[in-house]
Nanobody, 112 residues
Framework: QVQLVESGGGLVQAGGSLRLSCAAS???????MGWYRQPPGKQRELVAV?????STRYADSVKGRFTISRDNANLHLQMNSLKPEDTAVYYC?????????WGQGTQVTVSS
């Protein structure tokens, strides 16, 4: 099990930027890390993942606007050109030895 602690959520106007961070402990042997989000009244959905080795995948809705990165124990999500539809609780995810772990979530609210 990996302990994941997110930070960086908040309220921002449409067109603005936010940077989410997630601290993982322990951080070694984590094969996949990523961000998911759950908009109000909707199911949780993939935002972006980064695989050991550095390859990344993005949801079509965020391509060109969001960038996922990782530096050892920390995962980041740079979110630019935010839209009201990006409003959601954002969750950090890690896969280690085949077992998934989730953070507690951080709220991102984009006002129009």
């Amino acid at each position: 099990q990996v302990q994941l602690v997110e930070s960086g959520g908040g309220l921002v106007q449409a067109g603005g930027s936010l940077r989410l961070s997630c601290a993982a402990s322990p951080s070694f042997s984590i094969n996949v890390m990523g961000w998911y989000r759950q908009p109000p009244g909707k199911q949780r959905e993939l935002v972006a993942v980064i695989i050991s080795g550095g390859s990344t995948r993005y949801a079509d809705s965020v391509k060109g606007r969001f960038t996922i990165s990782r530096d050892n124990a920390n995962l980041h999500l740079q979110m630019n050109s935010l839209k009201p539809e990006d409003t959601a609780v954002y969750y950090c995810y890690a896969l280690r030895f085949g077992s998934p772990s989730w953070g507690q979530g951080t709220q991102v609210t984009v006002s129009s």
